[in-house]
């Protein structure tokens, strides 16, 4: 059988790595892929957001599984058009994928189903949003409704940040049309998680809990990013607490989901915050993370493919088997370009560290250069996951990789976990 995999970054890197080892004999194509999944597919150079030519590539191709990486095509309606042409898609329609595109749908889907998250009101006039900030109080968070590549979140730590926000949302159109409606939302305090499931719209099969590392720099500080790494599982959501999750938050939204007419197949992404409350979403997302896929996936001892290929031709996943997970942990470095998350400079040569036991590296700003060499091509330029037995083993040996990682200017974190590595910490005695 032959599978397209739409997408390009670590996160479809990781997806093809998976779904070869699941089945070698499956012939894999990517749109448009990377260097890394390129020794593992067919690559073919179509934008992950060319609708038509993906439908049409896949037809040619006679493709029995179409998955798609990022959230642009789902908003897009990939998923829609490749299914009216027969063809087995894993992920959302695009009315679906407005749990993620539109922080309105997703706020409002959460009321309505009960489901525990953070206050808030949506605005598209500023003086109605600042006197929401203002009945609220600061810390507040503002957050642009549409999809604003990672940035448009703002926690505010005063009320002339917030005002400040707004501005730049309503007024100044900083985020285009992602940002024309704004939600003013009471801030949370906590330990933030994310949850993944596997869903044919109505069963969710769960993955492992994983916690991202938006920030660039050590001890979560400086600016947003895409995400600079991630581990899994995470000792503060055993699963007990994922049993929670499912019943308090994955089931109803589901449920909620089918009652608006858009039942939600595909991986739902839970980005939740441990309040001393219990667990509240944050967000959700339409697609898996990336970094989080890339910690998850070598995790993941049973196949991926099957519940796939199960959601992907509409088929119930009631009696698929739970997922199986190795015994361990596995922790993802991101390396970055210079610059990132701000204005990269692109183009340096890489080296790439030896290999080593349980180290996978996950290409995704990178590109071959007319010699065949491997440069830097975007701001997360690979992501290095190591698997071992404990938490401390696949830290130290995602350390090294990283730090194997050779380009002028790279940059990242070496502290990835370091909550986890506190916990683990603070009982020994
Ligand atoms: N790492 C965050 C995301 O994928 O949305």
Redesign the pocket.
Known sequence: MKALIVGGGG?EHAIAWKLAADDPTLELIAAPGNPGIATLARCEPIAATDVDALVALARREGVGLVVVGP?APLDLGLVDALRAAGIPAFGPTAAAARIESSKRFSKELMQRAGVPTAAASTHTDPASARAAVRALGAPVVIKASGIAA?KGVIIALSIDEADAAIDAMLVDHAFGSAGAEVLVEAFMQGEEC?LFVLTDGTNALPLLPVQ?H?RIGVGDTGPNT??MG?YAPVSIVPDARVAEAMRLIIEPTLRAMRDAGTPFTGLL?A?LMYTNDGPMVV?F?C???????QAILPMMASSLLEPMLTIARGESLANAPAVRWHEGASVTTVVAAPGYPGPITTGASIALPADAEGVVVFHAGTARDASGALRTAGGRVVAVTARAASFAAAQRASRAAAAGVRFEGAQFRDDIGWREQARLDARTP
């Open positions: 996160r959230e990672g994310s991202d938006k895409g995400g991630a992404y980005g967000e997302n697609r898996f993370g990336d970094p989080e896929t």
